[in-house]
């Protein structure tokens, strides 16, 4: 077998768009509030003004601990015909989201105006592009254990495309405008 086809590995780092956004501003601002009401609580309510030096390490220690879970990277990897969704935070640590057998989706095709009435009628979907803008979107569709059709966003590569049409060729929509 073709190396290139029997495993694929790509990683995006999430934008700071939707959740991702939110998160961010509160994880910022719940800084900032740390910072204040320490800084107000050693000055005004205690008096001992020399525990302001601890403030930075604390405010160190609050960011080192939280925002991982805001610098979030989607990764797929397929191998032996099986794709595996994971999220890593903070180059960190990692967790396994989904996994799913090639052979058993439905439709693998480009987010496009073509195929939009196919996705968006999916009754779950997972997420794990990048950014909702991305051009080289791509979705697929399967049944889940309760019978309903769910849909999972990711962005394709052309590598991708060529396993998904290995593996399931009947189900695969090529495209000839990604970027890798």
């Known amino acids: 077998m073709n190396e290139s086809i029997n495993h694929v590995e790509y990683v995006v780092e999430q934008k700071p768009e939707g959740k991702n956004l939110l998160l961010r501003i509160l994880l910022i601002t719940g800084y900032v509030l740390f910072a204040v009401a320490y800084f107000l609580f050693f000055t005004t309510v205690l008096k001992i003004v020399m525990l302001i030096s601890l403030l930075p390490l604390f405010i160190w220690m609050l960011v ?42 439905l439709t693998i095709a480009p987010m496009d105006h073509t195929h939009e009435s196919d996705y968006t009628r999916a009754t779950l979907t997972h997420d794990f592009r990048g950014s909702t803008k991305s051009p080289d979107s791509y979705y697929f569709t399967y049944k889940n254990d309760a019978g309903k059709t769910c849909a999972v966003y990711f962005e394709a590569t052309s590598r991708t495309l060529k396993s998904f049409r290995y593996y399931n060729s009947t189900a695969t929509v090529m495209s000839t405008t990604l970027r890798y």
Do not use: P
Not at 72 to 98: A, C, L, M, P
């Open 64 to 105: 080192f601990f939280t925002w991982r879970f805001a610098a979030v990277e989607h990764e797929y990897q397929i191998v032996s015909g099986t794709i595996t969704f994971s999220d890593i935070y903070g180059n960190r640590s990692r967790r396994k989201k989904f996994e799913y057998k090639i052979k058993d989706m």
